[in-house]
């Protein structure tokens, strides 16, 4: 987080002596640090200005309820004012706006689809135990969608590691990973994220320019053979690669980090935030010549 911080573009090559877990848990750190409160339940909290700008019946909406884990979808009719009363017209039902906050659903959901649908009623999924692992309210950050950290690798893999339970203390509710990384695929529908998940064997030019338009602070790819196909991508201003040691393309691998590493203008020093690396892990990060993002 510091690197974006700071405007560098940079690469983070790391060495693990094999993959499973490494993408969750950077995920989970990029989650962490890049998250920012959006829930103000004060009555200057609304966001009922921003909703009035936004052009009707083109957007997909989350309502996410300041007073319950009940929330709803659907798109936009408009923003309007009702008895006194500020309100979202969402898929036909009329909603006060002290009682919710806006969440603009605009990727990778497609409005179109839900056109001519009611709203879509949904509970915010705040597994028991979570509070104590969250940087925020646990509605605040289970409610809303941000796009942190995009992973590019083997979904399945990725996802059953994220299953991984969890917990502060021996007393605590286990939690999985994944109500932290709150990972989404591309092609699901509404569903809160913190992180997307994106094919590894796809092309990457069928998703850079979406993913860097939505502004993600880091970019993970997952394994060797990701690296080799995606390493060029350039989608958020950190690129994570992960490179297990025993992988068959490792070295091919390792090739194209070197490569990338002579055409780099200096090689950066690691933030404070990775000074303590675990034994048998190898980093190393150097400045990418995309510029300033």
Wanted: net charge neutral; aromatic share 6%.
């Amino acid at each position: 987080m510091q690197l974006t911080v700071q405007g560098i573009r940079a690469t983070i090559a790391v060495s693990v002596p094999a993959r499973e877990f490494a993408s969750v848990f950077v995920g989970c750190g990029a989650v962490y640090a890049a998250f920012e409160p959006q829930l103000d339940t004060s009555p200057q909290g609304s966001q009922f200005d921003s909703a009035t700008r936004l052009e009707p019946r083109r957007h997909l909406v989350r309502l996410v309820s300041t007073q319950s884990a009940v929330g709803f979808v659907g798109i936009l009719n408009e923003a309007v004012s009702k008895n006194n009363r500020e309100g979202y017209n969402v898929g036909g039902s009329w909603i006060p706006a002290d009682r919710y906050r806006i969440d603009v659903l605009n990727w990778p959901d497609n409005a179109a689809e839900f056109m001519g649908h009611s709203r879509i009623q949904e509970r915010i999924d705040i597994p028991v135990g979570v509070a104590e692992l969250l940087p925020g309210a646990p509605a605040d950050f289970c409610g809303f969608s941000a796009l942190h950290c995009a992973i590019v690798g083997n979904g399945t893999a990725i996802r059953q590691e994220s299953e991984t339970q969890i917990a502060t203390s021996m007393a605590a509710e286990p939690v999985p990973l994944s109500a932290l990384l709150r990972p989404r695929a591309v092609r699901e529908k509404a569903r809160q994220f913190r992180s997307v998940l994106l094919p590894a064997r796809e092309d990457p030019e069928n998703y850079r320019e979406i993913v860097a338009r939505r502004k993600p602070k880091v970019v993970i790819l997952d394994s060797a053979a990701t690296v080799c196909r995606w390493l060029g991508a350039e989608m958020a201003p950190v690129t994570v690669a992960l490179v297990e040691r025993t992988a068959s393309s490792g070295e091919a691998a390792a090739d194209a980090l070197k490569r990338h590493r002579a055409r780099s203008p200096e090689d950066l020093s690691l933030p404070a935030d990775l000074a303590c690396v675990p034994a048998g892990i190898e980093v190393i990060a150097w400045q990418s010549r995309g510029g300033n993002p």
